[in-house]
């Protein structure tokens, strides 16, 4: 249900500048082996893609409850300096938290890397592709612009594992 509204509507308004989510927080002890992080929230993508591209060793543990932790399907980085620096910084621009925490988790775990990822381009621009590029940058995913040119040459599976096209993403291996 709804209500049609056609009359303007009066009020002390104010545009916003910009919006931002709440920060984060990194929280646990002093030096922990490493950090759980949600991946409930779509910016803990940003989070993970930031932490790859640093060299973090980042992994998904088989065992996805943790416990108290951020709950099931938690994303395990392994601890350091340049870690924590990150976490900080990501907390405080894309509101993601992580907890700290004295000891790996056990048992089996898939270790996440970043993707090769291809965008099919044309010159002059396409909507599409320009969505799916936006979506990209969004959540901090590296990726290659790919032209006819590249895709007539061969060889675009050893270049990619993903080739993005204007309606949907092929799989290559």
Known sequence: AFDRI??????????????????????????????????????????????????????WPGDRTLGSHPGRGAIYVAG???????????????????IGIATPPGGPALRLRPVRIGLWGRYGGAARSGWVRWILERYAFRFELVYPQTLDAGGIGERFDVLARIRRLVQQC
């Open 6 to 59: 056609l009359d303007p509507i009066e009020g002390a308004f104010a545009p916003i500048a910009a919006a931002a989510p709440p920060p984060g927080k990194v929280t646990g002890g002093p030096n922990p082996a490493g950090y759980l992080i949600g991946h409930h929230q779509n910016d803990a993508s940003a989070v993970v893609n930031e932490l790859l591209a640093a060299g973090a060793d980042v992994a």
């Open 80 to 98: 350091g300096r340049r870690t924590a620096d990150i976490l900080e910084r990501m907390a405080a621009s894309r509101g993601v938290s992580a």
